[in-house]
């Protein structure tokens, strides 16, 4: 066990949508942060707790007993618009200030690690980030916590409406969340054996769609998945299956559009371990004196990357799954 020689005491909080597993996170981050001598304050509703004063003091082990089995996050989390002004933030450096909080652990996606550092380079607070999103469309990480459970859940939605598809030879579109990012569309589509996947990093699917309506649905299969991600277009799945119905009457069309649900279920063992790993890593990194990095998941190892890339950059979507389900789709 070590003490380090300038922390002592840190905080960790959920900021922006929540995801399964972030419980998890937490939970490594107060152990591990305990075992290596620090004392641990959780923060609630994320950066508005910090504006408002919302502290968890002194958490100690017991506090995180039997969280990790839950979806969302026990901390709680928000989107908060006060922070993105300087009279905010500052107000939540002073509450740093007043608890005596030496570094932070922020848990969250692009929005939040944006947050982080112009709070950092104004107020010089040192902080860690662990990426938590069902999009998985961070740059620098394989993985984000989350996105296998949301997997899961939209796989186990679409099995059961396939049911109901092909009873009826109906054709179902499917909207996925992903307001800039196709992951979870893509690959869901994959396990889910959908015909197209419409996602917003490609503009061509509708050449697809359209083979699929007038070739295979007639021809060989007579009902189908599509998956839309929120983010393909504005009006999402629902205008594209208004389109379709316009232009062929004859097929019965209908829309699924999965929602909230696919953030919320107890985390798959994928996001448990991947939390837990993370959230010791984020630990470690604070005793390597690192300050805003990323601790990440690449080739199942951890990584550092320093949080000005990780905003900056854009993570490039699995192009290899999109040939694989074109391929898969054109066999007669
Ligand atoms: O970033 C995660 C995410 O679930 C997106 O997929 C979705 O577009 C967005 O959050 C919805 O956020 P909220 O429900 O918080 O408005």
Do not use: W
């Amino acid at each position: 066990m070590t003490m380090h020689k300038e922390f002592k005491r840190i905080a960790v909080f959920t900021s922006g949508g929540d995801a399964p597993g972030m419980n998890a996170a937490i939970r490594a981050v107060t152990r591990a942060g305990l075992a290596n001598n620090f004392e641990i304050y959780g923060i609630k509703r994320g950066f508005q707790g910090m504006i408002e004063d919302d502290f968890f003091a002194n958490m100690k082990a017991n506090d995180v007993s039997g969280i990790m089995q839950q979806g969302g996050t026990f901390l709680q989390t928000a989107r908060s618009e006060d922070f993105r002004t300087y009279e905010g933030r500052e107000k939540a450096f002073r509450n740093l200030q007043k608890h005596e909080i030496d570094a932070v652990i922020v848990i969250g996606g692009d929005g939040s690690f944006t947050g982080a550092l112009i709070f950092s380079q104004e107020f010089d607070v040192p902080f860690i980030g662990i990426p938590g999103t069902i999009d998985n469309d961070m740059y620098g990480t394989d993985y984000t916590i989350g996105y296998d459970t949301a997997l899961n859940t939209v796989m186990q939605a679409v099995d059961k409406i396939k049911d109901t598809a092909q009873s009826h030879g109906r054709i179902f579109f499917i909207e996925v969340m992903g307001h800039e990012a196709g992951a979870l569309a893509l690959k869901a589509g994959v396990a889910c054996g959908a015909e197209v996947t419409f996602i917003p990093e490609v503009q061509d699917e509708e050449k697809d769609l359209e083979i699929f309506l007038a070739e295979d649905y007639k021809t060989k299969k007579r009902s189908g998945i599509i998956m839309v991600a929120e983010g393909d277009r504005p009006g999402g799945a629902l205008e594209l299956a208004n389109k379709v119905q316009k232009e062929y009457p004859e097929i019965g069309v209908r829309v699924s559009i999965l929602g909230h649900m696919q953030r919320g279920g107890s985390p798959t063992v994928t996001d448990r371990v991947a939390a837990t790993q993370m959230g010791v890593a984020a630990i470690d990194a604070l005793l390597d004196d690192q300050k805003n990095i990323m601790v990440g998941l690449h080739n199942e190892k951890i990584v550092r990357v320093p949080l000005s890339k990780v905003v900056k950059l854009n993570r490039s979507f699995d192009d290899n799954l999109l040939y694989i389900q074109k391929l898969i789709n054109s066999a007669y």
